[in-house]
């Protein structure tokens, strides 16, 4: 089954049937059991073709020596960085032994699914990372983390440096940990605008993953609101580029070239339509990325949302699995 995934996506593209991932969108997890167990009910439960495992972007700037609170209004490090010296105190974490809980979930993950379907380890990427760090939170506009990184081109680079070198060794980490694919989750991408993008952003993701020790495991790169900024993400090496729903795939393809396999992108506020009316706008997904050629990868356009009903998907991943391209 593993062989499925792979295949389908990357290596005989047109043959195959599009697959279905799905992100778990859930925040931090430091007991191997409990992750891997959430880990794999979507596979349980729904019948996807791929797990991912169940962790937080978040944790690699913890690693780094950041405070991480989780509060109910979400994620904050109570003491962002403000300065040149806040960033020379980070260290480079290893990351069996600062962040060896993620390894033990992916073994432990990888021994339950027995290769049924394969695992995706993931991270969030630099821009991602530097943004919350400054923040201390999320943001709407990211102002203070554009104004310190626009401002001093040697700042910018001292951290996304940093949190680049962090990441190269914590996703080589879950590839010999076991992960079968990888995916860089560049959530704040849209906050860029493509001159900034091109300097505070895609450099650093072709740097981790030009420097992943890859055998066959295929790497996706996703961020949100990148309509202007595909061909960009498709220019970092990844062999996959994620596409929100704000773009249809057809002109997706238009801006990543032919080189690189789709993953997208219906909204994920469909699953709470009535299931005729979800069914139709799936139809619609599937029908442009048949338009769009070469390899796809079905999936939302974003994380599933909280109260998403369970039928609601698992039918989407059964019409997924019933649908035949059009060739």
Same mark, same amino acid.
């Given at each position: 089954?593993?062989?499925?995934?792979?295949?389908?996506c990357?290596?005989?593209?047109?043959?195959?049937?599009?697959i &279905?991932l799905?992100?778990?969108?859930?925040?931090l %997890?430091?007991?191997?059991? =409990? $992750?891997?167990?959430?880990?794999?009910q979507?596979?349980?439960?729904l019948? @996807?073709?791929?797990?991912?495992?169940?962790? *937080?972007?978040?944790? @690699?700037?913890e690693?780094?020596?950041?405070?991480?609170?989780l509060e109910?209004?979400?994620?904050?490090?109570p003491?962002?960085?403000?300065?040149?010296a806040?960033?020379?105190?980070?260290?480079?974490?290893?990351?069996?032994?600062? +962040?060896?809980?993620?390894?033990?979930?992916i073994?432990?993950?990888?021994?339950a699914?027995?290769?049924?379907?394969?695992?995706?380890?993931? %991270?969030?990427?630099? &821009?991602?990372?530097?943004?919350?760090?400054?923040?201390?939170?999320?943001?709407r506009?990211f102002e203070?983390?554009?104004?310190?990184?626009?401002?001093?081109?040697r700042? $910018?680079? /001292?951290?996304?440096?940093? #949190?680049?070198?962090?990441?190269?060794l914590?996703?080589n980490?879950? +590839?010999?940990?076991?992960?079968?694919?990888?995916?860089?989750?560049?959530?704040?991408? !849209?906050a860029?605008?493509?001159?900034?993008?091109a300097?505070?952003g895609?450099?650093?993701?072709?740097?981790?993953?030009?420097n =992943?020790?890859? *055998?066959?495991?295929? @790497?996706?790169?996703?961020?949100?609101?990148?309509?202007e =900024?595909?061909?960009?993400?498709?220019?970092t090496?990844a062999d996959?580029v994620?596409? *929100? &729903?704000?773009?249809?795939?057809?002109?997706?393809?238009?801006?990543?070239?032919?080189?690189? /396999?789709?993953?997208g992108?219906? *909204?994920?506020?469909? +699953?709470?339509?009535?299931?005729?009316?979800?069914?139709?706008?799936?139809?619609?997904?599937?029908?442009?990325?048949?338009?769009?050629?070469? !390899?796809?990868?079905?999936?939302?356009?974003?994380? #599933?949302?909280? !109260?998403?009903p @369970?039928?609601?998907?698992?039918?989407?991943?059964?019409?997924?699995h019933?649908?035949?391209p059009?060739?």
């Open positions: 089954m593993p062989h499925r995934f792979i295949e389908a990357f290596r005989r593209p047109v043959d195959k049937t599009p &279905w799905m992100r778990q969108a859930g925040r %997890c430091k007991t191997p059991d =409990l $992750a891997a167990e959430v880990t794999l979507p596979v349980d439960i019948g @996807v073709d791929a797990a991912i495992l169940f962790s *937080d972007i978040l944790v @690699v700037p690693a780094m020596g950041m405070q991480l609170l109910d209004q979400g994620p904050q490090f003491q962002p960085l403000a300065a040149r806040d960033i020379d105190k980070l260290h480079v974490p290893d990351p069996e032994r600062e +962040l060896g809980y993620v390894m033990e979930a073994r432990r993950v990888r021994k699914l027995a290769n049924r379907v394969p695992l995706i380890g993931f %991270c969030g990427a630099p &821009w991602t990372l530097a943004a919350y760090m400054i923040e201390g939170k999320t943001s506009s203070k983390a554009k104004a310190a990184l626009m401002a001093d081109e700042l $910018a680079h /001292a951290l996304l440096s940093k #949190i680049t070198d962090a990441l190269i914590y996703l980490a879950q +590839l010999a940990a076991g992960a079968q694919a990888l995916q860089i989750f560049d959530s704040w991408a !849209g860029l605008g493509p001159e900034d993008y300097r505070l895609a450099p650093y993701i072709a740097r981790v993953i030009q =992943l020790k890859v *055998d066959g495991q295929p @790497v996706i790169v996703f961020g949100v609101e990148t309509g =900024l595909l061909a960009q993400l498709a220019a090496g996959v994620g596409v *929100d &729903w704000r773009v249809p795939l057809d002109e997706a393809r238009g801006r990543v070239g032919p080189a690189v /396999a789709l993953q992108n219906l *909204d994920p506020a469909s +699953l709470f339509l009535p299931l005729p009316e979800q069914r139709k706008r799936v139809a619609r997904v599937l029908e442009l990325a048949d338009r769009a050629g070469a !390899g796809y990868v079905f999936n939302l356009g974003h994380g #599933i949302l909280p !109260g998403t @369970v039928e609601n998907a698992r039918a989407l991943v059964e019409q997924v019933a649908h035949t059009s060739r």
